[in-house]
């Protein structure tokens, strides 16, 4: 796999590069691998159907699809989060990652990942702020969104960022050791967090993609699922 073999469609506008590229999958008018990215969503998405604020052109919207593989989705989240967090750093950002799926500077979000398996197909949503100011945000998470224009005062447009994501994503094809760079990446590492109601201190991640919580009693608990938020 190399960068230059993905194709790549470009949208002015869509609902949600992932739902547009599952379509196009589904209905076989694509084919292998590529990159769906458009300047604006109106319907963008997270983890758990949580809203993605991408209905602006300062960020890289993408979708990479995958037709007839067998991956697992925590071993795609992981080289897309590596992917993405290696590329800020090619920009001029140190960043890390949160789990499962986010890229964070600081305890601020810069990138959110997306991966969906259907029929023998993979599609991983990546939304990468580059260009927002914070007035661009949405008030309710403005003290917890951040872009690469404002960690590092330098824009970066979309292609050429996509241009490296892809460069960086066909580095990482060793899923082992990509799980020893993720685990050393994880920005969260001992620190207090709430996943569920319940405080825990964040002790790793497993191969599975499990994360390692110690609760207040001192238990070692795994979570497969939930959103952290920093106490």
């Known amino acids: 796999m190399e960068p230059r073999d993905f194709a790549?469609?470009?949208?002015?506008?869509?609902?949600?590069?992932?739902?547009?590229?599952?379509?196009?999958?589904?209905?076989?008018?694509?084919?292998?691998?590529?990159?769906?990215?458009?300047?604006?969503?109106t319907a963008g998405r997270g983890r758990g159907g949580n809203p993605w604020h991408s209905d602006n052109d300062k960020g890289l919207w993408v979708t990479l699809y995958f037709t007839d593989v067998a991956w697992n989705p925590f071993d795609a989240v992981m080289r897309a989060s590596l992917s993405?967090?290696?590329?800020?750093?090619?920009?001029?950002?140190?960043?890390?990652?949160?789990?499962?799926?986010?890229?964070?500077?600081?305890?601020?979000k810069i990138c959110g990942i997306l991966a969906e398996?259907?029929?023998?197909?993979?599609?991983?949503?990546?939304?990468?702020?580059?260009?927002?100011?914070?007035?661009?945000?949405?008030?309710?998470?403005?003290?917890?969104?951040?872009?690469?224009?404002?960690?590092?005062?330098?824009?970066?447009?979309?292609?050429e960022f996509l241009d490296s994501l892809l460069?960086?994503?066909?580095e990482l094809e060793d899923p082992e050791e990509n799980f020893r760079k993720y685990s050393g990446r994880l920005g969260i590492l001992n620190a207090g967090m709430e996943?569920?109601?319940?405080?825990?201190?964040?002790?790793?991640?497993?191969?599975?993609?499990?994360?390692?919580?110690?609760?207040?009693?001192?238990?070692?608990?795994k979570y497969y699922s939930g959103n952290l938020r920093w106490i």
Do not use: M
């Open 195 to 221: 996943i569920g109601g319940e405080e825990i201190r964040i002790k790793g991640v497993e191969r599975d993609g499990a994360l390692l919580g110690e609760n207040k009693s001192g238990r070692i608990k």
């Open 8 to 41: 790549w469609t470009h949208l002015k506008i869509t609902g949600s590069t992932n739902d547009y590229a599952k379509e196009r999958v589904r209905k076989r008018e694509v084919s292998g691998f590529g990159a769906v990215y458009a300047d604006l969503q």
């Open 167 to 170: 460069s960086c994503f066909c």
């Open 84 to 108: 993405v967090a290696e590329s800020l750093g090619l920009f001029g950002l140190d960043c890390a990652i949160k789990w499962p799926n986010d890229v964070i500077a600081g305890r601020k």
């Open 117 to 159: 398996t259907f029929d023998g197909n993979i599609v991983i949503g990546i939304g990468v702020n580059l260009r927002q100011s914070a007035a661009d945000f949405p008030e309710s998470i403005r003290e917890s969104a951040t872009s690469l224009l404002l960690e590092t005062g330098a824009p970066a447009g979309n292609e």
